[in-house]
């Protein structure tokens, strides 16, 4: 049971034109860096792509943004990236957005076997439209449907060759659920060991959600956006 791919191009080779893809990650933190480049390089087009974020321009998604590969965009926060800027205000992508809390319950849900589920949040908005509407203990509540996806790209700290997954700190936003939530989940890692040196209690990404699994090489781990004091 050895699932270990020997690069991110070998892992992403099957990825078609038309696929949804799940990418992992919050910001810039935790994102499959390697595999999101290896998928510019395959060129697979009209894609939609499920993620909490855009990248910024020259990074993460924003790389497939510049190549025009992304048809759709599920996604709650966009604001890092010009690229995607121009895109939907020329129209030439079509955006889905959602609360934060939303998309990652429907996320969620999708890796749960959920369909969908109600949720308070967003009623009265523009998030509403087209939604149904029902009412739980007097309070009105929008039925959202689960996600789920062709493949989801997830970023990992260790793992295994068997797939097992340990994330750090803000890493684990979006990667676990979304490794949950797909028909085939490709995972990098910063650390790839034998089986039996995880710490079983460690990890929060069991194996048999993970198909594949590769080491991660030069990685960049940029900030999305700095900040620093001026001089007193």
């Not at 943004?65 to 939907?88: C, D, H, P, W």
């Not at 029902?134 to 996806?149: D, I, S």
């Amino acid at each position: 049971m050895n699932k270990v791919y020997a690069s991110a191009d070998a892992a992403v080779a099957d990825i078609p034109d038309g696929a949804t893809i799940m990418a992992g990650g919050f910001g810039l933190c935790g994102i499959p860096e390697n595999l999101i480049d290896a998928l510019q390089r395959k060129g697979a087009r009209d894609l939609t792509v499920i993620s909490n974020n855009a990248g910024i321009s020259d990074f993460g998604l924003g790389r497939l943004l510049q190549t025009r590969q992304i048809r759709k965009l599920i996604s709650s926060y966009v604001g890092e990236n010009k690229v995607f800027e121009e895109q939907a205000l020329n129209k030439e992508i079509e955006l889905e957005l959602n609360p934060q809390g939303t998309l990652a319950e429907r996320i969620r849900a999708g890796g749960a076997g959920i369909p969908a589920f109600y949720t308070p949040t967003g009623v009265g908005t523009i998030v509403a439209e087209g939604k149904e509407v029902r009412e739980f203990g007097g309070r009105p509540c929008l039925l959202e449907q689960a996600l789920t996806a062709d493949f989801a790209l997830v970023k990992a700290w260790k793992g295994d060759r068997w797939g097992n997954l340990v994330y750090r700190k803000t890493a684990r936003n979006f990667n676990p659920m979304m490794a949950t939530a797909a028909r085939i989940t490709l995972a990098e890692v910063e650390e790839l060991v034998e089986p039996g040196e995880l710490d079983p209690d460690g990890i929060i990404t069991p194996g048999i959600y993970v198909q594949r699994i590769l080491q991660g090489v030069d990685y960049e781990k940029r900030i999305e956006r700095r900040t620093v004091r001026g001089k007193a």
